[in-house]
């Protein structure tokens, strides 16, 4: 049971999933009037570009022999996933955001491209970090900016999110995925990434 609870968690929580969280969290607290078009014109292509895309694309290196599974546990693994899942990340920066610009959402991206490159880099190096709490690192800490930002008591949302964090941590752990160093470091790279960058928007 607590197996199947696990996996459960590790796909609601997944990393390809933490954008589109984010833009709608930032479209539910947020005080500025959006129209549906608007959300829209963020949502959807982020949806595609971050989930559909990579799942299309693992699945594809699976096939090839560049995976052993859809788990990623080798640094050798990770690094053409992570590299698509970069490039689609700068699309969504260069391409998606500017015909619907929110500073918000915009640096909220950037923060998950700095996160990915440093996980990526660490790849490189043949090191391996949980992706899951680099995500959920990055989420966290965005929605904790987003209250500081428009000055709004979100506190339920926060602990919530904080609760989903322990949950993604446990389930990580529980199913030997990743050791407690590589969790705690893939949480701190996802809270840093997204830090460095509230100086410019909050």
């Keep these: 049971m ?6 459960v968690i590790t796909y609601l929580l997944h990393p390809l999933l933490i954008p ?8 539910r607290m947020t005080p500025k009037f959006h129209t549906l078009e608007f959300q829209g014109g963020n949502v959807l292509p982020v949806f595609i570009l971050t989930v559909i895309i990579p799942i299309v694309s693992l699945l594809i290196f699976r096939n090839l022999g560049l995976m052993k599974s859809n788990l990623l546990l080798q640094a050798r693994e990770r690094i053409y996933p992570m590299l698509i899942f970069l490039g689609l990340m700068l699309m969504i920066l260069f ?44 989420l966290l800490l965005y929605m904790i900016a987003l209250s500081i930002h428009f000055e709004k008591n979100i506190v339920l949302a926060i602990s919530l ?3 989903c ?21 893939g949480w701190l790279i996802g809270l840093v990434s997204q830090l460095i960058l509230l100086q410019f928007w909050v």
């Design 2 to 7: 607590m197996r199947v609870l696990s996996r």
């Design 20 to 27: 589109v969280y984010g833009i709608l969290f930032y479209f």
């Design 95 to 138: 391409r998606v955001i500017p015909n619907h610009y929110t500073p918000e959402i915009y640096f909220f991206c950037l923060g998950i491209i700095t996160a990915t490159t440093a996980c990526l880099a660490l790849a490189l190096a043949g090191k391996v970090v949980s992706l899951h709490m680099a995500g959920v690192g990055s």
């Design 161 to 163: 999110c904080t609760f």
């Design 165 to 185: 964090t322990g949950l993604v941590a446990t389930a990580r752990l529980y199913l030997r995925a990743h050791g407690r160093a590589a969790v705690l470091a």
